[in-house]
C-alpha cells in the first residue's frame, strides 16, 4: 500500500515557478515508478510525466518538455516536479500516482493514485 499528498500548488504569475512535490508513505515506495497528471477545468486529466522507480527513464509530454524537471528521492520518500516557465495553460489540479510496474501515460493504469494539488498560473 502506498498513500501519497501532493504539495507546493498555489497561484502564480506567467513566467514563473512552482515546485510541487509527490510525498507517499509505505515502504515500498522506492520501488515504485510515479508520474505526473493534470486536470484542467472542463478538460481530461493529461499525462505530464514520468519517472521510473530507480530514476533511469523519465518521459514529458510534449507541452511541458522544457519547462518541467521531475525527480525523485527515495530515502525521502519523495518525487519533485520543477515547473518553469509558467503559461496559464498550465492552470490544473496536479496529480501524482504510482505504481510497481506500469509507467505509461494512462492515469487509471497506476494502482495508487493522490488526492491533487491546484496551480493556477494568471497572466
Known amino acids: 500500500q502506498v498513500l501519497l499528498q501532493e504539495s507546493g500548488g498555489g497561484l502564480v504569475q506567467a513566467g514563473g515557478s512552482l515546485r510541487l512535490s509527490c510525498t507517499a508513505s509505505?515502504?515500498?515506495?522506492?520501488?515504485?515508478?510515479i508520474g505526473w497528471f493534470r486536470q484542467a477545468p472542463g478538460k481530461e486529466r493529461e499525462f505530464v510525466s514520468v519517472?521510473?522507480?530507480?530514476?533511469?527513464?523519465?518521459y514529458y509530454a510534449d507541452s511541458v518538455k522544457g519547462r518541467f524537471t521531475i525527480s525523485r528521492d527515495n530515502t525521502k520518500n519523495t518525487v519533485t516536479l520543477q515547473m518553469n516557465s509558467l503559461k496559464s495553460e498550465d492552470t490544473a489540479v496536479y496529480y501524482c500516482?504510482?505504481?510497481?510496474?506500469?509507467?505509461?501515460?494512462?492515469?487509471?493504469?497506476?494502482?495508487?493514485r493522490g488526492q491533487g494539488t491546484q496551480v493556477t498560473v494568471s497572466s
Open positions: 500516482a504510482a505504481d510497481p510496474g506500469y509507467s505509461g501515460r494512462a492515469f487509471s493504469g497506476y494502482a495508487y
Open positions: 509505505g515502504r515500498s515506495f522506492s520501488r515504485n515508478n
Open positions: 519517472i521510473t522507480w530507480a530514476g533511469g527513464t523519465i
